[in-house]
């Protein structure tokens, strides 16, 4: 199914947005909509936008999570920087 990968995206999305609830719209046209569940009903955070726009504006909507960076990584940076 075509909506998979926009419904991954939207788990993932709230996930990181703990007090907010969005959630997934599938048009006629196969375009997708994202929307904050809110009391007073849902608004519509975006536009109708195909499957790959969608999943892009989805990743960069809400905040991000920090890369992880592991003890040999931060190592690694630490010896790239020039020393003075």
Known sequence: MRSTRATAAVARLNQRSESRHYLMVMTSGSLFVLRERQEGGDKDVSEALGLDDFVRFVD????????????NDAAFAKQLVRKS
């Open 60 to 71: 960069v909507t809400g905040p991000q999570k920090a890369p992880r960076i592991t003890r």
